[in-house]
T-cell receptor, first 114, second 111 residues
Framework: AQSVTQLDSQVPVFEEAPVELRCNYS??????LFWYVQYPNQGLQLLLK??????LVKGINGFEAEFNKSQTSFHLRKPSVHISDTAEYFC????????????FGAGTILRVKS | ETGVTQSPTHLIKTRGQQVTLRCSSQ?????VSWYQQALGQGPQFIFQ???????GRGNFPPRFSGLQFPNYSSELNVNALELDDSALYLC??????????FGPGTRLTVL
């Protein structure tokens, strides 16, 4: 069984500052990793995913994440945030034969202040 | 927009009633998954349908059931509603072994 821990429930940050949202996972098998964003009263939008290959993954809206197998982490970063990045962010895992049966973390609310 | 639509947007039911939620998949997608997102929590996998057959189920009781139709649209049925069933219900469609695309969700309130 897999599990996902998002280490911060809320992250406040000023506009144009860098941000890192932390995600650790637990799994006995190799996994695929995902970050999704959820704006208020909306569904989930895929930001980026790691399937294999380069451990640095670039996504939409200037976000990137780095897969670290030894630390079982997949932290999300953005070098300069905008007010419009205010949303809830979810890290998720799927095992290699899971077929899109994702296990999500509890989410991190990113609040960007002006 | 992902092309995945859900109806209704909001729904209020009372404890003990039954509810049906609907999902229309993105064109070309034959796999649909349903998730429950309680307030302040991440989504939890309920079950998945592939070509009209259940293809995996999470830790949800049998009163949560589903259907997938030949056009790959889907329903989630919940019987004997409980207060804890209040949540946002998300469906997600995908082609086999491809990225899931989520719909906007149905907000269910059980009173």
């Amino acid at each position: 069984a897999q599990s996902v821990t998002q280490l911060d429930s809320q992250v406040p940050v000023f506009e144009e500052a860098p941000v890192e949202l932390r995600c650790n996972y637990s799994s006995s098998v190799s996994v695929y990793l995902f970050w999704y964003v959820q704006y208020p009263n909306q569904g989930l939008q895929l930001l980026l995913k790691y399937l294999s290959g380069s451990t640095l993954v670039k996504g939409i809206n200037g976000f990137e994440a780095e897969f670290n197998k030894s630390q079982t982490s997949f932290h999300l970063r953005k070098p300069s945030v905008h007010i419009s990045d205010t949303a809830e962010y979810f890290c998720a895992v799927d095992n290699l034969s899971g077929g899109n049966k994702l296990v999500f973390g509890a989410g991190t609310i990113l609040r960007v202040k002006s | 927009e992902t092309g995945v639509t859900q109806s209704p947007t909001h729904l209020i039911k009372t404890r003990g009633q039954q509810v049906t939620l609907r999902c229309s998949s993105q064109s070309g997608h034959n796999t649909v998954s349903w998730y429950q997102q309680a307030l302040g929590q991440g989504p939890q996998f309920i079950f998945q349908y592939y070509r009209e057959e259940e293809n995996g189920r999470g830790n949800f009781p049998p009163r949560f059931s589903g259907l997938q139709f030949p056009n790959y649209s889907s329903e989630l049925n919940v019987n004997a509603l409980e207060l804890d069933d209040s949540a946002l219900y998300l469906c997600a469609s995908s082609a086999p072994a491809d990225t899931q695309y989520f719909g906007p969700g149905t907000r269910l309130t059980v009173l």
